[in-house]
């Protein structure tokens, strides 16, 4: 890089050591990790190993495109006021910045190209500036000065100008590091946040829950004893309409009991209560709880037991909701065809395998693993076709990782699902 020296004085070269250079990259290299601030140390370490007192630093604006001061020494406090940020091509350093290279004045109190009054005022001779590099492009400038005519030499110009190009560097990494720690900042301010926001939905959804479960369930024994006639004769008409309102709470209700027991799942408040029961046990509990949807939508489900299946001992009540949940979401989805459940015994690992395999609208790869999420919907919009809160398959997943299983998904879209899940014969491994 060519000097621009605006004189033609004899230089004194001033000599330093490879040691003290070297320390002295080292130490501003360090100053990033050390403090927030790292301007103020840099220029004292600067003009600690230059013997000097007189200097500034600024930094280049990428905005607004004038170098704004960031640290100086020696100078009156007005200077800092007036000269806050100047301009490229403007005062000592706005003309580094133009040249992209060091510039040396080495009598300023005569020269008319360095119009510095405030160095002239404090004596000052020599000025020596600096551009400081990052990558390929000016990101400051720095600046030192001396009462000794032609004081800085090729030695000093030199050094000043690889401390110029560390520095540079130092003070991106510290840009870097700053942007870095703001971003760890907010994402933990954002967890924290959702965290808190999570907490707030489980006990809202909680609440909110048991309070609609009681008018719910009162609405549902009323409408069963005015369709039984307890109160009176109802015509067909009526009778139907009843059904029809308890057909509906019914499935309100069951919603509702899903959202409790997600609740109860996420905050740890559910345990196991194993008990002898027998898969054919779960099936007729099937027939009971789904019958009307099956043969509403008029589908063919489809029961495949291997013979060998052992009585289970296990959580009854669990498993018929487990079981609920994925065969009427294997219907909900399925406007025509099969949906096929199908049961084996992995006797190695003694474990019951169970598939529900359904004909539906299928699930796109990408949502293999979110559909697991609370409130999720493949078609999450407010004119989706399928009802729901989207906490079934959460609570299935929750459930069977509490009874030692777990459950994956095979999916086309537009061919249907497979789901299969499993759990062991006996929970806890009791012989």
């Keep these: ?221 009323n409408t069963e004893l005015l369709a039984e006639r307890m109160f009176g004769e109802i015509n067909e008409r009526q009778r139907t309409s009843l059904l029809t309102v308890r057909a509906s709470g019914a499935r309100l209700l069951y919603q509702i009991e899903n959202a409790i027991d997600v609740a109860q799942l996420e905050g740890g408040e559910e345990s196991v209560h194993p008990e002898p029961v027998t898969i054919h046990d779960v099936k007729a509990k099937m027939g009971e709880l789904l019958g009307d949807d099956i043969e509403r939508k008029k589908l063919d489900v489809r029961w495949e037991i291997a013979p060998e299946i052992p009585t289970l001992f296990t959580d009854q009540s669990k498993l018929v909701k487990i079981f609920r949940n994925m065969i009427d979401n294997a219907i909900k989805f399925t406007e025509k065809g099969v949906v096929a459940v199908r049961i084996s015994l992995e006797k190695e690992k003694k474990r019951i395998v169970c598939q529900v395999q359904d004909t539906g609208t299928g699930i796109p790869e990408g949502q293999f693993e979110v559909i697991f999420d609370p409130f999720h919907q493949v078609d999450s919009s407010h004119t989706r076709l399928y009802g729901g809160m989207g906490l079934g398959l959460r609570y299935v997943k929750q459930t069977l990782g509490l009874l030692d299983g777990g459950i994956k998904v095979e999916s086309q879209v537009g061919k249907g699902s497979t789901f299969t899940f499993w759990f062991p014969v006996r929970h806890g491994g009791e012989e």
């Design 1 to 221: 890089m060519d000097t621009f020296r605006l004189s033609s004085v004899a230089k004194k070269p001033l000599e330093f050591s490879t040691s003290s250079a070297l320390s002295t990259v080292a130490d501003l290299l360090m100053i990033p990790k050390n403090s927030d601030d790292i301007y103020e140390p840099a220029l004292s370490k600067v003009l600690e190993v230059f013997g000097l007192g007189h200097g500034n630093l600024r930094l280049l604006n990428p905005v607004t495109g004038e170098l704004e001061l960031m640290a100086s020494k020696g100078f009156a406090s007005e200077y800092s006021q007036k000269f806050a940020s100047i301009k490229i091509g403007e005062r000592s350093a706005g003309r580094v910045v133009r040249l992209k290279g060091p510039i040396v004045w080495d009598n300023i109190q005569t020269d008319p190209a360095c119009s510095n009054l405030h160095l002239k005022r404090a004596g000052m001779n020599s000025l020596l500036g600096v551009p400081l590099l990052a990558g390929e492009g000016v990101v400051g400038t720095l600046m030192v000065a001396s009462p000794e005519r032609s004081r800085f030499g090729e030695g000093e110009v030199q050094l000043l100008s690889a401390i110029g190009r560390v520095l540079g560097v130092a003070i991106e990494n510290a840009h870097l590091l700053s942007v870095l720690k703001k971003s760890i900042n907010d994402l933990t301010k954002l967890t924290l946040r959702l965290e808190e926001s999570d907490g707030i939905k489980d006990r809202l959804l909680s609440v909110i829950s048991h309070e609609l479960r009681t008018p719910v369930t009162v609405i549902l024994s």
